[in-house]
């Protein structure tokens, strides 16, 4: 029998930001103007009318073929979803697959398809989603989700209407990865996905979308035709003029923002009730990506992780986000509790002083470069980490990310609840005994021997001090009162049908 992997939401806390941010009297004339007009358009209170298409700003480049950012990623979910998908708190719901079972303790996973059509009207077919996702697992350089799926051994079809994905090792926990818009079943030619919604009309590159007729009605004539407000119309622009859009009530959410951007947020103005910030699961830290010099002992590697004061780094970025001094949120499927780092029982003080006598010992001045993208929001998180580094008798540089560097940000939302994707994240490049940790966990045969490796990377992981984090994704949105099922959660995924009303 097929049942719906579908479960109860878990009560989210929603996430509401008192926004103030201190902004130096030197702050650029580009920033002073942007603070000035956003100001000006944001003012009053938030009051917009339920009617027309939801209009959406998505951050970074117009939704295009040839993209793979943010607003590229909500338009392949919304016209190609793939055999599941997320609905609006984060949870599994059914996608082109309507029912679903997952035997073998995780190492066969059996789909049900639905009846669906593709953008052209023919009919989806088996053969076709197998043919699909094959390709997609073959597809090396593909994307980033790739390394996590080695597990699949093959996807065949059993019946005309039921698909079978079968493992080489057991993995109960693929089905948020089966979500992922990298692995939506869409044709690469002439036939586009299969929806929710389909791509109606276009004006400049703002596709506008309209959710797609149930095919199961009884009579084509029982389909109701779409309202506008059901309709979405997807805008993919940069943070500030997505703030200045929503400034001006010419928009309903402006979804995608991440620590870059997150102090025009308090430039704009923007009604608080309306500040939404997603309680994301992922890293946020820096990667040690050279080892050489200062950086080749890991002693002193943890010295540079126990100088941070991470509360007062995040509060004095965002009040409501959360630090965190160690790579796993809980134990997830690892067979023992997070690591802790041995200094997080001391206090700053002796942390830093512990910190600053290793930097004096060195012999010789030590200067690291640090990659992070420049940013309004990440410049002014250099300027946190520079300050601590100084503390501790360090002199850093900032860098561009794609030059060379001796840390470099890393700020990604986990795509599963898998320790496994934590900790092979984190290494760029770790130990040779926490990678063969992490390649043992990848090829181990039972759950048992799996969580028992992923133990045995965590401990080689924090004793090597490959990664120094900080806290968790800073992700946030601005959302209009009319979007009643907007939800925040640790996906930090809001799915383009499921924002208005539950109608789709």
Not at 143 to 148: G, Y
Not at 203 to 219: G, H, N, Q, Y
Not at 430 to 452: F, I, K, V
Request: charged residues 20%; positive net charge; hydrophobic residues 45%.
């Amino acid at each position: 029998m097929f049942f719906s992997r579908k479960g109860k939401d878990r009560a989210l806390p929603k996430h509401r930001l008192k926004i103030g941010f201190p902004w130096s009297a030197g702050s650029s004339p580009a920033v002073r103007t942007i603070a000035v007009a956003l100001a000006l358009l944001s003012s009053g209170c938030e009051r917009r009318r339920d009617s027309g298409p939801v209009i959406v700003s998505a951050i970074g480049q117009p939704p295009a073929a040839g993209h793979r950012d943010w607003p590229q990623r909500l338009l392949v979910d919304a016209t190609a979803q793939g055999l599941v998908r997320f609905d609006a708190a984060g949870q599994i719901e059914p996608g082109l697959a309507e029912r679903w079972i997952v035997t073998d303790n995780g190492g066969s996973y059996i789909f049900r398809l639905r009846e669906a059509s593709w953008a052209d009207g023919r009919p989806v077919t088996a053969e076709q989603v197998v043919d699909i996702l094959q390709g997609r697992l073959r597809a090396a350089a593909d994307h980033a989700l790739l390394p996590f799926l080695t597990a699949i051994d093959e996807v065949v079809v059993m019946t005309p209407q039921v698909i079978e994905v079968r493992l080489a090792r057991p993995r109960p926990d693929l089905l948020k990865l089966f979500a992922q818009p990298e692995l939506a079943i869409i044709r690469s030619r002439a036939g586009g996905g299969t929806g929710p919604m389909r791509v109606s009309a276009l004006r400049s590159a703002a596709p506008l979308l309209r959710p797609i007729p149930d095919p199961t009605r009884a009579e084509p004539e029982d389909s109701p035709t779409p309202t506008p407000e059901e309709e979405v119309r997807l805008i993919g622009e940069r943070a500030s003029l997505a703030l200045v859009r929503f400034g001006r009530r010419e928009s309903d959410l402006v979804s995608g923002g991440t620590i870059a951007d997150w102090p025009l947020v308090a430039l704009s103005g923007a009604p608080p009730a309306t500040v939404r910030l997603d309680p994301a699961a992922g890293l946020f830290g820096l990667a040690v990506v050279r080892r050489e010099g200062f950086l080749a002992d890991a002693a002193n590697r943890q010295a540079l992780s126990q100088a941070f004061d991470r509360a007062t780094l995040v509060a004095s970025l965002a009040r409501g986000w959360e630090p965190m001094d160690r790579l796993l949120p809980e134990a997830l499927d690892s067979g023992a509790p997070p690591q802790v780092p041995g200094w997080s029982l001391q206090t700053l003080d002796q942390r830093r002083a512990d910190a600053r006598t290793r930097v004096a010992g060195w012999g010789s001045p030590v200067r690291l470069a640090i990659a992070l993208p420049d940013a309004p929001g990440t410049r002014l998180l250099y300027a946190q980490i520079a300050a601590t580094l100084q503390a501790i008798g360090i002199v850093s540089v900032r860098v561009k990310p794609a030059e060379p560097a001796d840390l470099r940000l890393v700020d990604a939302v986990a795509p599963y609840d898998s320790a496994r994707w934590y900790l092979a994240t984190a290494c760029r490049p770790c130990s040779e005994a926490a990678q063969a940790a992490l390649e043992q966990a990848r090829l181990a045969p039972t759950l048992g021997d799996r969580a028992q490796a992923l133990a045995a990377a965590d401990i080689a992981m924090n004793q090597d001090a490959a990664f120094i984090p900080l806290a968790r994704p800073l992700r946030w949105s601005l959302v209009a009162s009319r979007l009643r099922q907007w939800q925040p959660n640790a996906r930090a995924w809001h799915p383009l049908n499921r924002l208005r009303a539950d109608t789709n």
